[in-house]
Every structure is written in C-alpha cells, then in structure tokens.
C-alpha cells in the first residue's frame, strides 16, 4: 500500500534568475529530502512531456520514495516507496513506452525486483531482479550482474548482461543471460593483458528501436589492491 507523505499534493517550484546569464531558470523541487532523476541516459520526462519521474532520499530514513511531477503546475504525486537506496542513480525510474507506466526496483526477502506502475491502474505487476534500462516499447527488461558482487563477477560464465520479457499482467520469467562476462573477455583484443584483472560490466543500454544491447566492460579500480589495464565497450 502506498503511504502518502509531506510532499505528496504540493507544488515546491520557484522561479530564478541565473546571475550571469539573466536567464529564467526553474527550481522544480525544495526540501530537505535529496531529489534527483536516475542516470542520465535515462529520461525522466514521459512520452507526452507533461510528467518528471524523480527518485527522493530523505536523511537518515532508509529506501527511496519516488515521485512524478505535473509539469503544467509543479504537484508532486507519490508512485511509492522502495526499499532501496541509491544516491547517483536512485532505483533506475523510467517511464515505459508511450503510456503512464513507470518501472523501478525495490527488494524484498527473495531479494531484488521491479514494480510496474500504471499512473491511472496503479501496480502492474513485478519482475524479478532489476532494471537498468527497459526497452522503448515496454517489452524487454535488461540488467547486468551487481558490479558490488565480487563471488558473482568471479564467476564470469554466470555474470554479464541479463534481458528478461515483460509478459502479459506485468509478471515475467527471470532474467536470462545473454552476454556473459567471459563472452566479452574472450572478444577483447587486450584479453591477455586484462584476464587477470578485477573485470565487471555495467550500463546495458537498449538501442533506440531496442532491436540491440550495448554495454560497458571494465575493470575500474572499485577495491584496493584489484587493478590493472583498461577494458572498453
């Protein structure tokens, strides 16, 4: 059940003047709460234009609330509340497709999963796992092993890039893997040099027309001691 909050029905916008340009600038959220959209290939204006999605983390409280945002008029309306927490890319909000239907993760006791929510039905449906990107029209869901993970990303056959179908009610199968971590090791031109290095991947992006996948593989030094030449996509 979604719980309402403070910000939920107010409209916390103001106008600003930018001292060195002169231009408009408005300031579409103000509290205490750190609000912030998810990462930046990930659009936080819907298909119509007329609604944000944002993710909040209030200080000291656990998991996220997210939110989407009228753009006529500024009023916050709460989606609901996620277990999880993250401060650069929050729980992955996105709208799916052209209708009002937002995905993002949240966790639970069998571990992590992604809530579908229609602005007008309310909740969908759920996934399993999580979501960096789902595709532009809806239907396919692509994650990638947690690159925090390290007995996962040791076991390179098993870790890599995962798509998962969105199926009909929003409930789907788990995610299958169709790019594993020593799939992209064995086509890296540098695989001698690299092998022995702390290598993950990251940022499954779908294509425009979500026909491909492209990802990030790397080995950027996340642990002391684990090190080594660069990786590449």
Same mark, same amino acid.
């Given at each position: 059940?979604?719980?309402?909050? =403070? ?19 408005? $300031?579409?959220? @103000? ?24 993710? =909040?983390?209030?200080?000291?409280? =656990? ?29 992955? $909000?996105?709208?799916?497709? @052209? ?10 006791? $069998? ?42 990303? =040791? ?34 031109? @540098? ?43």
């Amino acid at each position: 059940m979604t719980v309402a909050t =403070a910000r939920a029905g107010r409209a916390e916008r103001i106008r600003r003047r930018d001292p060195d340009t002169g231009r408009e600038i408005w $300031q579409l959220t @103000r509290s205490d709460e750190a609000s912030f959209h998810s990462y930046y290939d990930l659009c936080p204006w819907n298909a119509a234009g007329d609604k944000i999605v944002f993710c =909040a983390v209030a200080p000291g409280r =656990a998991g996220s609330d997210v939110y989407w945002m009228d753009t006529a008029g500024g009023s916050l309306h709460l989606v609901g509340h996620s277990a999880r927490q993250n401060p650069h890319t929050g729980v992955h $909000q996105q709208w799916i497709g @052209r209708e009002d239907v937002l995905a993002y993760e949240d966790e639970g006791p $069998q571990g992590p999963f992604v809530r579908l929510v229609s602005l007008r039905d309310g909740e969908l449906g759920r996934l399993p796992g999580t979501a960096r990107m789902l595709s532009p029209d809806g239907t396919l869901v692509a994650s990638h092993t947690p690159i925090t993970d390290e007995g996962a990303i =040791a076991r390179r056959d098993e870790s890599g890039v995962f798509v998962a179908p969105v199926g009909a009610g929003g409930d789907g199968p788990a995610p299958r893997l169709i790019a594993s971590l020593q799939d992209a090791l064995e086509r890296n031109p @540098r695989r001698e040099s690299v092998q022995g290095c702390h290598l993950y991947v990251k940022h499954a992006k779908f294509s425009p027309d979500g026909s491909r996948l492209m990802f990030v593989f790397t080995n950027e030094i996340l642990y002391e001691g684990r090190g080594g030449a660069g990786g590449g996509e």
